[in-house]
């Protein structure tokens, strides 16, 4: 009868286990919950709130969160960076992956290679021997994917052109670990005791190795061409949702392992897994089910990712520490901006692009641990280390707004454009050509009746806000024939010109009559005169900006002053279709003062009589004799 005691000594220890649990769990919901809406609202973006939550309830403060279960918890957390990698692969075709492999290649080889010269270079002058220098370098030369993903699709940035070259960027720093996990041990200065790099294939010999990792991968790519959509259908016929959730949860996970048992990255591996899977049939249900998956592991992930900062350590160095994270960020942003600029990109994107790959990585918490296992970084450097990836990664979001709200903006005044977006929209019966006061409300009611239409605009700050707000629309100048012909011009039916700017629109229509002559163009006018030009340049429909509101205020008035709301559109129609032949007339005289003058003073005669008539020759009937607000315009 002695085990009833051991039993409820372990019923016990497992409830209270279960209690703890519980209260991490609730403690993390509730910082996720209050602390992305502060944040947000605030202007500094969810990530900032996640780190700033982990941060008050760390163990530096707090101490709600962190020790051995905070570690616990960021291991679990880190598979949100892996969910995440596995839908951005979804978003990419193998086509359009394939379009960015030179980014990939070039511009990813040399950020991190430049960067980790950098930094190691710095190291080695400050003191450090060669193998301790080289490998601060690889370490700090890893950019966060998480936050920078997170940054870029808060703020609308995947779809253009620096958010490619950011996006190739990242994905060869997730690749480099892998050669970077075989060269340090390389450098090590002892034995390791214990097998860092331990996995299934460690114990093959070094030829066949190769050949599994190879297999794997191959493997992945075949199961998810030929296997994984016939199994997609037949979970899909089922009906029941939480299996298709699972089952996409099941796929993640195992090439999570398979990826481990042949020492590769997980976030490689499936975000390779979603890149095949992205022709797919289910791949926008796909990416519902995991999105939530996604956001809550990432917020956990920022969270304790905060609550890991050593601010005892930071107490200890103050000095030390802050310029170590100073100097860090200035390296990166230096190289970056150069290596950037020598890639091509112009003022704006090269600040952009530097601004959010400056700071430390989540694989560098990995990296780190393995070196210290390796002997080449002592524990009190490796702690040191740490506390300057993590500052580095709490101040990310603000150095992010620094370059939106100060830098970006000196661009647009001082006229520095950024690239052009890279348009992957097709399939638009519309294109809009700006998105400003004019050009916003004709696009919001042509979208809200179903067509689909690809938005230009040559404002960056105005993007910005725009995509903050959830619109999707590209940057670049529509008179640009390249352009016009990527955002579809050879198969849309409408160009609607809605530029605030009078000589563009006019630059604009010249390119799309001259190569593009059967699109129909609805142009924005500024005035009177902009509209003579607009005909004589054979643009069927011209909009002046303030013609309608203007007809629009006199009817009502007419109303004010008694005349009945039946009467008072008529007259305000009838002048309307006056005052457009008018219009076409004057076109056909400009330049001539004299032949425009005698147009006016017959037109003024001419509309005087028309209402005059139209006045005698009609009463106001029980038929007509509906009141202002059920007029059909208002």
């Known amino acids: 009868m002695t085990f009833r005691p051991r039993s409820l000594l372990q019923r016990r220890g497992n409830a209270m286990h279960l209690d703890q649990f519980l209260l991490g769990a609730f403690v993390y919901l509730a910082a996720a919950v209050i602390a992305a809406p502060i944040a947000t609202r605030l202007g500094l973006g969810s990530v900032l709130g996640y780190l700033m939550a982990g941060i008050a309830l760390g163990p530096s403060v707090a101490g709600f969160i962190g020790g051995s279960q905070g570690e616990s918890v960021m291991h679990f957390a880190e598979f949100g960076v892996i969910v995440m990698l596995f839908l951005v692969g979804l978003e990419l075709q193998p086509s359009k992956l394939w379009e960015l492999r030179m980014p990939i290649l070039g511009l990813g080889g040399l950020q991190v290679t430049g960067v980790a010269s950098a930094v190691g270079g710095v190291a080695y002058l400050l003191g450090a021997d060669w193998k301790t220098a080289l490998t601060v370098g690889l370490v700090l030369a890893l950019s966060s994917t998480a936050i920078v993903l997170q940054s870029m699709q808060e703020r609308g940035l995947m779809k253009t052109a620096v958010g490619k070259s950011t996006f190739s960027v990242l994905l060869f720093q997730d690749i480099s670990v892998i050669p970077m996990l075989a060269l340090l041990p390389l450098l090590a200065a002892v034995t390791q005791?214990?097998?860092?790099?331990?996995?299934?294939?460690?114990?093959?010999?070094?030829?066949?190795?190769?050949?599994?990792?190879?297999?794997?991968?191959?493997?992945?790519?075949?199961?998810?061409?030929?296997?994984?959509?016939?199994?997609?259908?037949?979970?899909?016929?089922?009906?029941?949702?939480?299996?298709?959730?699972?089952?996409?949860?099941?796929?993640?996970?195992?090439?999570?392992?398979?990826?481990?048992?042949?020492?590769?990255?997980?976030?490689?591996?499936?975000?390779?897994?979603?890149?095949?899977?992205?022709?797919?049939?289910?791949?926008?249900?796909?990416?519902?089910?995991?999105?939530?998956?996604?956001?809550?592991?990432?917020?956990?992930?920022?969270?304790?990712?905060?609550?890991?900062?050593?601010?005892?350590?930071?107490?200890?160095?103050?000095?030390?520490?802050?310029?170590?994270?100073?100097?860090?960020?200035?390296?990166?942003?230096?190289?970056?901006?150069?290596?950037?600029?020598?890639?091509?990109?112009?003022?704006?994107?090269?600040?952009?692009?530097?601004?959010?790959?400056?700071?430390?990585?989540?694989?560098?918490?990995?990296?780190?641990?393995?070196?210290?296992?390796?002997?080449?970084?002592?524990?009190?450097?490796?702690?040191?280390?740490?506390?300057?990836?993590?500052?580095?990664?709490?101040?990310?979001?603000?150095?992010?707004?620094?370059?939106?709200?100060?830098?970006?903006?000196?661009?647009?005044?001082?006229?520095?454009?950024?690239?052009?977006?890279v348009i992957d929209e097709s399939g638009a019966q519309v294109i809009i050509a700006g998105y400003g006061r004019f050009g916003m409300t004709v696009g919001r009611l042509l979208q809200a009746n179903g067509f689909k239409a690809v938005v230009l605009d040559h404002d960056t700050e105005q993007i910005d806000v725009l995509r903050g707000f959830g619109y999707k629309l590209f940057y670049g100048d529509a008179s640009r024939v390249d352009l016009l012909e990527a955002a579809g011009a050879r198969d849309a039916k409408l160009l609607l010109v809605a530029v605030d700017d009078r000589d563009k629109v006019n630059e604009i229509v010249d390119a799309a009559k001259k190569n593009f002559p059967n699109l129909k163009i609805f142009a924005r006018a500024f005035d009177r005169v902009h509209a003579y030009e607009l005909i004589n340049a054979h643009v069927e429909h011209q909009y002046r900006e303030v013609f309608d509101a203007s007809v629009q205020m006199a009817e009502d008035a007419l109303v004010a002053l008694g005349r009945h709301p039946y009467e008072a559109h008529r007259a305000a129609l009838l002048f309307k279709a006056h005052d457009n032949e008018l219009l076409v007339q004057a076109a056909a005289v400009t330049g001539d003062r004299e032949a425009m003058v005698d147009i006016f003073r017959k037109s003024r005669a001419e509309i005087n009589n028309v209402l005059a008539a139209d006045r005698s020759g009609r009463s106001v009937t029980s038929e007509s004799a509906w009141q202002a607000e059920d007029r059909p315009d208002a």
Not at 253 to 276: D, E, R, W
Not at 346 to 361: I, N
Not at 371 to 394: C, F, I, K, P, R
């Open 193 to 421: 005791s214990e097998d860092h790099t331990a996995s299934m294939i460690s114990s093959l010999p070094a030829w066949a190795q190769p050949l599994v990792v190879l297999g794997a991968v191959a493997s992945i790519i075949l199961a998810g061409r030929y296997l994984m959509r016939p199994l997609f259908r037949l979970v899909a016929a089922t009906k029941i949702r939480e299996i298709f959730v699972a089952f996409a949860l099941l796929i993640v996970v195992g090439i999570t392992l398979l990826m481990q048992q042949v020492g590769l990255s997980a976030a490689l591996g499936t975000f390779l897994a979603g890149v095949v899977l992205a022709e797919s049939e289910y791949r926008h249900e796909l990416e519902m089910d995991l999105d939530p998956f996604k956001g809550l592991l990432l917020a956990v992930f920022f969270i304790s990712v905060g609550a890991g900062i050593d601010f005892g350590l930071i107490a200890a160095k103050p000095m030390m520490l802050a310029a170590l994270v100073a100097g860090f960020i200035v390296i990166k942003l230096v190289v970056q901006f150069i290596l950037a600029k020598l890639y091509g990109m112009v003022t704006a994107d090269a600040s952009r692009f530097a601004f959010l790959l400056a700071q430390g990585g989540e694989f560098a918490f990995v990296l780190i641990t393995f070196v210290t296992g390796l002997g080449l970084l002592g524990v009190d450097d490796a702690a040191l280390l740490v506390a300057v990836v993590a500052v580095s990664m709490a101040f990310a979001p603000l150095l992010m707004l620094l370059d939106e709200k100060i830098i970006q903006p000196r661009f647009a005044a001082a006229g520095e454009a950024r690239e052009a977006d």
